[in-house]
């Protein structure tokens, strides 16, 4: 399972940094991708990166949020930027396609 870090409360228009690693295998050839889900709402795909290293992004965050991955830490970041009340969500980290979910992280950003 992989598992999201670095929630947290944050104002609007502020910055945020997620963190995602695995435990107890790597992931560093696989797809991965960032998803998020608001209370009463559906868990949503929000970035994705191939294992070729093409990035997509939902386009309520394309141009706020950026995902990279640091193959030497077997870790995935997802930036966060210019943060709106309604980014407020559980965010999760998971291989593309998804398997099973793992700890997922907090984000509440204040109007």
């Known amino acids: 399972q992989l598992q999201a870090f670095g929630g947290g409360l944050v104002q609007a228009g502020g910055s945020l940094r997620l963190s995602c690693a695995a435990s107890g295998r790597t992931f560093s050839s696989s797809a991965v991708g960032w998803f998020r889900q608001a209370p009463g709402e559906e868990r949503e795909l929000v970035a994705s990166?191939?294992?070729?290293?093409?990035?997509e992004y939902a386009d309520f965050v394309k141009g706020r949020f950026i995902l990279s991955r640091d193959i030497t830490k077997d870790t995935v970041f997802l930036q966060m930027n210019s943060l709106k009340p309604e980014d407020t969500a559980v965010y999760y980290c998971?291989?593309?396609?998804?398997?099973?979910w793992g700890q997922g992280t907090q984000v509440t950003v204040s109007s």
């Open positions: 998971n291989t593309l396609p998804p398997r099973s």
């Open positions: 990166l191939t294992n070729s290293g093409v990035e």
